[in-house]
T-cell receptor, first 114, second 116 residues
Framework: AQSVSQHNHHVILSEAASLELGCNYS??????LFWYVQYPGQHLQLLLK??????LVKGIKGFEAEFIKSKFSFNLRKPSVQWSDTAEYFC????????????FGTGTQLKVEL | GAVVSQHPSRVICKSGTSVKIECRSL??????MFWYRQFPKQSLMLMAT?????????EQGVEKDKFLINHASLTLSTLTVTSAHPEDSSFYIC????????????FGPGTRLTVL
């Protein structure tokens, strides 16, 4: 079975700082990769996803993630965070052709201070 | 994007009673819906996959007689927690897959269940 690790549980940044959140997965086959965001009091929303093609994917709100197959990683980045980026971020994977079942990481709580 | 609603948002019940949670896709038809459970400071754990018109598929370790899932229409799936106990207290989240949207799942806002 696949698993997902997010090593940073809590991150605190000042506005305009750069962000990188780590995500590693364990599965030997083909996976689809996702980053979801949950703003305070709101439901999970998709930030970006990778299925195939260019390993550098761009999502909404200036976020991007890079799939590095050799490292089983899919780290999330943003060059300059804003206070409104304060939220919880979840990395998730599903096995290609596996019925769309998502396996989530434990999440990273990001706090951006003014 | 597509919208998924859940009702109720919060429920408090006594031990031994049953609680029903509804998940609706508001502007699309979802042949597949998913139910997750989230413990405090932990990840979302998939409980079951709900397919319209057929029996749900439960993940290993999830009691199907405890967590009854019904997906009677293309816009509604229900999760019933039967004979609830305090250890069932959790945050339950559903998602729905929009067939026209590829593999993307749209999530509901969640239901906080507290069993006294």
């Amino acid at each position: 079975a696949q698993s997902v690790s997010q090593h940073n549980h809590h991150v605190i940044l000042s506005e305009a700082a750069s962000l990188e959140l780590g995500c590693n997965y364990s599965y030997g086959g083909t996976v689809n990769l996702f980053w979801y965001v949950q703003y305070p009091g709101q439901h999970l929303q998709l930030l970006l996803k990778y299925f195939s093609g260019d390993p550098l994917v761009k999502g909404i709100k200036g976020f991007e993630a890079e799939f590095i197959k050799s490292k089983f990683s899919f780290n999330l980045r943003k060059p300059s965070v804003q206070w409104s980026d304060t939220a919880e971020y979840f990395c998730a994977v599903n096995v290609a052709g596996g019925g769309n079942k998502l396996t989530f990481g434990t999440g990273t709580q990001l706090k951006v201070e003014l | 994007g597509a919208v998924v609603s859940q009702h109720p948002s919060r429920v408090i019940c006594k031990s031994g009673t049953s609680v029903k949670i509804e998940c609706r896709s508001l502007d699309f038809q979802a042949t597949t819906m998913f139910w997750y459970r989230q413990f405090p400071k932990q990840s979302l754990m998939l409980m079951a996959t709900s397919n319209e018109g057929s029996k749900a598929t439960y993940e290993q370790g999830v009691e199907k007689d405890k967590f009854l899932i019904n997906h009677a229409s293309l816009t509604l799936s229900t999760l019933t927690v039967t004979s609830a106990h305090p250890e069932d207290s959790s945050f339950y989240i559903c998602s729905a897959r929009d067939p026209s949207g590829g593999d993307e799942q749209f999530f509901g806002p969640g239901t906080r269940l507290t069993v006294l």
